[in-house]
DNA sequence: ATTGTTTCTTGAAGTAGTTCAAGTTTTTTG
DNA sequence: CAAAAAACTTGAACTACTTCAAGAAACAAT
């Protein structure tokens, strides 16, 4: 039933098949329209979402009323303000669907029954985050050592549908530059 | 005999005696000099680190031969390459002491049979990880919305002491602006 | 104490990117 | 299929920072 997450789910550890039916009949699949939001900056994240397909994308409004997007999550991720989830704080962040999206969403509260029914997924929890937080170190990297261009021809290089997918002026502000600098340098006048 | 360790585990699960011992025995204190290395790029990280006494930063070094500060552990981080640990692929880091360091030293090996060992220890792991996923989500926030002068004026009022105690070549780069432009900043001629 | 090494400072010149404002194209919606 | 909304483009003026080069200060080691 939620065939995408089990199989993400078995890379890192294995299920019993009475694990398995907990798993399944403790998640509900919902679906989120593009533009809705599931978080916005000062409510306080308790769900976690893992897509199944779609995209969301995480984002702040700057001192200058423009959106900038922090992070994109499609299929197969996990998204919530995870600072906001553990110290019950207001977020900073808007987490809004980019096209219509189905998500698993669990609360906080079936989130931890969840994990004291299968203590195995705090495993797979464990190794995904680390990786997560690896894949954000390197993004750091990449912000601190090539320039606009490179970062663009870089993405394109590693997501090349994905960037088909997006309008340019979010990627433009994930990438850190305005969306005028991205569409010149998509043109080559730059 | 680890206690900082153990106080930092025990903020998040609770162990029972046993358990500590199986901890106490298997862990290995260790202290690396100021400079030396622990990580360097092309190595693969197979060691996690947690700083019970000095401070670890991880850097790269830019196109420019220049080195670019990533991150600073000081007392109670963890610290390693996570996606040179999990996936075996050769770092983009080096992990070096800036001062004389005390750390906890686990091989990838002694850490899966520790989790074997003390299964509660995933759910530690887990939770540290998304909380540290969730402070290098607002570090980039930090990045993208403030000016070079904010970000050190709000390093510092946040970090006051650790300021004082680091070369602030490194901070400077850490807070991705040139050595330079940090002198203009602290003297105000900017 | 003296020497070498590391870190910090200063100013002048340069540049990778931003901002603004307006127009054009594309996509969405009733 | 119109009309409205969203996304993209363009050029000109600007600016927050970098780079370079050289000297000064602080720190560490014999």
Same mark, same amino acid.
């Given at each position: /039933?939620?065939?995408?997450?089990?199989?993400?789910?078995?890379?890192?550890?294995?299920?019993?098949?009475?694990?398995?039916?907990? @798993?399944?009949?403790?998640?509900? @699949?919902?679906?989120?329209?593009?533009?809705?939001?599931?978080?916005?900056?000062?409510?306080? $994240?308790?769900?976690? #979402?893992?897509?199944?397909?779609?995209?969301?994308?995480? !984002?702040?409004?700057?001192?200058?009323?423009?959106?900038?997007?922090?992070?994109? $999550?499609?299929?197969?991720?996990?998204?919530?303000? !995870?600072? %906001?989830?553990?110290?019950?704080?207001?977020?900073?962040? #808007?987490?809004? $669907?980019?096209?219509?999206?189905?998500?698993?969403?669990?609360?906080?509260?079936?989130?931890?029954?969840? @994990?004291?029914?299968?203590?195995?997924?705090?495993?797979?929890?464990?190794?995904?985050?680390?990786?997560?937080?690896?894949?954000?170190? /390197?993004?750091?990297?990449?912000?601190?050592?090539? %320039?606009?261009?490179?970062? #663009?021809?870089?993405?394109?290089?590693?997501?090349?549908?994905?960037?088909?997918?997006?309008?340019? !002026? /979010?990627?433009?502000? #994930?990438?850190?530059? %305005?969306?005028?600098? /991205?569409?010149?340098?998509?043109?080559?006048?730059?």
């Amino acid at each position: /039933m939620h065939a995408v997450l089990l199989e993400h789910i078995q890379k890192f550890i294995t299920l019993e098949p009475s694990e398995k039916a907990i @798993l399944d009949s403790s998640l509900i @699949l919902s679906k989120i329209k593009k533009k809705e939001h599931v978080l916005r900056e000062g409510e306080i $994240a308790n769900t976690m #979402y893992f897509v199944t397909k779609g995209c969301f994308r995480q !984002y702040i409004i700057n001192t200058k009323g423009t959106e900038q997007t922090l992070q994109f $999550a499609i299929e197969n991720w996990w998204i919530t303000d !995870y600072l %906001s989830y553990h110290n019950h704080v207001p977020s900073h962040f #808007y987490i809004q $669907a980019i096209e219509d999206t189905e998500v698993i969403a669990i609360e906080k509260k079936s989130f931890e029954s969840l @994990l004291l029914q299968i203590p195995k997924l705090e495993r797979y929890f464990r190794i995904i985050s680390q990786k997560t937080f690896g894949a954000s170190q /390197m993004r750091i990297k990449f912000l601190f050592t090539m %320039s606009a261009e490179e970062r #663009y021809r870089h993405f394109k290089n590693v997501n090349p549908d994905f960037v088909q997918r997006i309008p340019q !002026y /979010m990627l433009a502000s #994930y990438l850190d530059f %305005s969306a005028e600098f /991205m569409s010149k340098i998509r043109v080559g006048k730059v």
